[in-house]
């Protein structure tokens, strides 16, 4: 629907009606009634006022800049709605191998930056929320498909971490960001940490209810520093294998255990953090419906251009008028 | 040679031309200043007290903001960041206003006391630590507060600011009025509020004793040289503290404004020169002025004249011809 962005120069809409006041073309200073056409004006006369009109009108409408006002149209795409669940505590600034990041080494956070960046670039289809959790779980932005907005959230990962991991938390706020719009069969949480806590057990059981309402499914991106236990080495005969010594390892159990769909990833390099994420983006691609932003569009020229196609017209029959002058008659052959 | 012709033909001719620009759609080159902004809103839990006409000082804050931000011009880029502790966190880097309003507004909403990360409340620490975030971000800063330090700041005061300072504005958040200050339960419910018995009332007791130490009840030079004054106080009671807001603000280049005085208040202070601090960052960015409904303006003036134009070819048929 055409909308104006300036409606009050409508009201000048009326100005329209000058060509019914006085014939474009010059009326002749010498009467002769023969020449009259049946004494009614002639089609030239009532052409010109119509494109007069129509003239006028299109300028008046330009002035008052009509626009097709955009907005968003449904749009069938593969993707998925996601919700990236970030580890903001300090330990993510260290590189993999668990030191300050110096020279050609990356920081965890910087290579998960730099690899998310890559990952929304391809994908332009998802909705992605993101979520960060260190002691508190904080919502950084709701499900949505700006991609400035995430590019933003991301880049905002840049700066120095807090203190502790609390996943529990963490997890809880993540799988609580789905809304209506986002279809059930196509959320899942990335959850980026590289280390991970003992849930207490009453968030577990919160945790249990929620991933069996919402039905999400569950990635983790383990970034493993050099010489932390993996998640999926099982201790020596011997060795401690409590919650608390190996937290890691037990969350995994705990997330196999919550009866949704749930894959864990170990990285241990940023090259092993692509392939993972690359995995995860196989993964979590089906036909999902979204809203493309449709912008708006000036449609302003149209009645501009229509107008001087109508001045042209009006001046090129100024142009052709002529004076009437008296027709010279054949020469009439006089014989004598 | 002027003929009645082209007198005539003249108004139809420049309407023509004129109409034609428009559609063209010529501007003027011109460019704007815009200043980027970072909002850091405290999330400690002082800001859960419900004195802005029964509404929270976040959910106030929240208000004001949501409206100074749709008041901004589009190509201003706002970012988000959070305090508590003693520090900021930046929650997302400058967004563009239009394209991304509703990302900024959901956010603000979405600003919860739950987001602290530990219940400390260091207000000229987490300024610093903003001003600092800002300036990286070359954005002005606008700082959300209601300036309730707590603990208590120590006898010697805030710290002196060093470094640079993008500038910005204090929005001070509160009532006037001490109000009491909401708990909350481990699983988030509310749980009445703090008493004077839950909180501290005085700094702790390291560094140099307050001036009057002297004077205060229980003073003894070696056993008690801070003295008993700071066991009760009504530090479990929170309003605007405007005077400790000024303080800080002129420190650091920064205009204190009340929130209550509104988004147009805000985006004067901003712009204030006062709100420099040592340099206000500006972006430069193209804002083409849009020349095409002057030229439709002309072209309809022109084609309303060409009705007018003397209509009587009262020359004589030779000077009436193809003279043009």
Redesign the interface.
């Known amino acids: 629907m055409i909308a104006f962005a300036h409606p009050l120069a409508l009201l000048a809409l009326p100005l329209a009606l000058t060509p019914f006041l006085r014939r474009w073309l010059a009326s002749a200073p010498v009467p002769r009634l023969d020449l009259r056409t049946g004494g009614e004006a002639p089609w030239t006369d009532r052409l010109l006022k119509a494109v007069g009109v129509v003239g006028i009108t299109a300028l008046i409408l330009g002035l008052a800049k009509p626009h097709l006002p955009g907005g968003t149209r449904p749009h069938q795409g593969h993707g998925a709605n996601l919700v990236l669940l970030i580890d903001r505590s300090f330990s993510m600034d260290d590189s993999f191998a668990g030191r300050a990041p110096n020279g050609d080494e990356e920081s965890k956070s910087a290579a998960a930056r730099r690899l998310l960046f890559e990952f929304i670039e391809k994908r332009p289809d998802d909705r992605i929320g993101v979520a960060g959790f260190s002691t508190a779980p904080m919502q950084v932005l709701a499900l949505t498909q700006s991609r400035s907005a995430i590019a933003a959230a991301i880049a905002a990962l840049g700066e120095r971490g807090l203190s502790q991991t609390d996943v529990g938390r963490g997890l809880a706020m993540a799988m609580d960001m789905f809304d209506e719009a986002a279809a059930p069969d196509s959320r899942a949480v990335v959850m980026v940490s590289d280390g991970a806590g003992v849930i207490a057990r009453e968030t577990q059981e919160a945790l249990q209810a929620l991933a069996r309402r919402n039905g999400v499914r569950l990635y983790w991106l383990y970034l493993r520093t050099a010489g932390a236990k993996g998640i999926f080495e099982i201790p020596r005969p011997g060795e401690a294998d409590t919650p608390q010594l190996r937290p890691e390892r037990h969350l995994h159990i705990f997330l196999q255990r919550l009866g949704v769909p749930y894959r864990a990833f170990e990285a241990d390099s940023p090259e092993a953090v692509d392939e993972a994420i690359q995995a995860i983006g196989d993964l979590e691609s089906r036909p999902i419906l979204t809203l493309r932003p449709l912008p708006r569009r000036d449609l302003a020229w149209i009645f501009y251009g229509l107008a001087a196609l109508m001045a042209g017209v009006l001046a090129a029959a100024r142009r052709l008028e002529r004076a009437y002058a008296p027709r010279s008659s054949a020469p009439t052959e006089i014989r004598p | 040679m002027r003929s009645p012709?082209s007198a005539?033909?003249a108004p139809?001719?420049a309407?023509?031309?004129f109409?034609?620009t428009?559609?063209?759609?010529p501007s003027l080159p011109l460019q704007r200043d815009l200043r980027d902004a970072l909002i850091t809103v405290d999330v400690t839990r002082s800001m859960n007290v419900r004195d802005m006409n029964g509404l929270s000082r976040l959910e106030a804050a929240h208000a004001a903001l949501r409206l100074w931000i749709a008041d901004q011009p589009c190509g201003t880029r706002v970012?988000l960041a959070?305090f508590t502790e003693r520090r900021s966190?930046?929650?997302?880097?400058?967004?563009?206003v239009c394209?991304?309003f509703?990302?900024l507004s959901?956010?603000l909403a979405?600003l919860?006391w739950?987001?602290?990360?530990?219940g400390d409340s260091m207000i000229s620490r987490g300024l610093d630590h903003a001003l600092k975030?800002a300036e990286e971000l070359k954005a002005g800063l606008i700082f959300v507060t209601d300036g309730h330090e707590a603990p208590p700041l120590p006898y010697s005061g805030p710290n002196r600011f060093a470094g640079e300072s993008p500038g910005g504005v204090i929005l001070g958040v509160g009532g006037d009025t001490p109000s009491p200050i909401p708990k909350f339960d481990d699983?988030g419910r509310e749980a009445g509020f703090y008493g004077p018995h839950d909180v501290q009332h005085a700094p702790a007791r390291v560094g140099p004793p307050p001036a009057d130490a002297e004077s205060r009840p229980g003073f003894h030079p070696r056993n008690n040289p801070y003295g008993e004054a700071d066991l009760e106080g009504a530090e479990h009671l929170s309003a605007l503290r405007a005077d400790h807001l000024q303080e800080l603000a002129a420190g650091r280049g920064l205009v204190f404004l009340r929130l209550s005085e509104g988004p147009q208040a805000l985006s004067a202070a901003f712009a204030a020169p006062k709100a420099a601090g040592t340099g206000a960052r500006m972006r430069r960015i193209p804002a083409p002025f849009d020349l095409?409904?002057f030229?439709?303006?002309l072209?309809?003036l022109?084609?309303?004249v060409?009705?007018?134009a003397p209509?009587?070819?009262?020359?004589s048929?030779s000077a009436?011809?193809d003279s043009?």
């Open positions: 012709v005539r033909l139809p001719l309407a023509a031309a109409a034609l428009a559609a063209l759609g970012g959070i966190l930046t929650l997302f880097e400058p967004v563009e394209a991304d509703a990302t959901a956010a979405a919860d739950r987001m602290a990360w530990e975030r699983l095409s409904p030229f439709g303006a072209a309809l022109a084609l309303l060409g009705w007018f209509s009587g070819l009262r020359s048929p009436s011809g043009s």
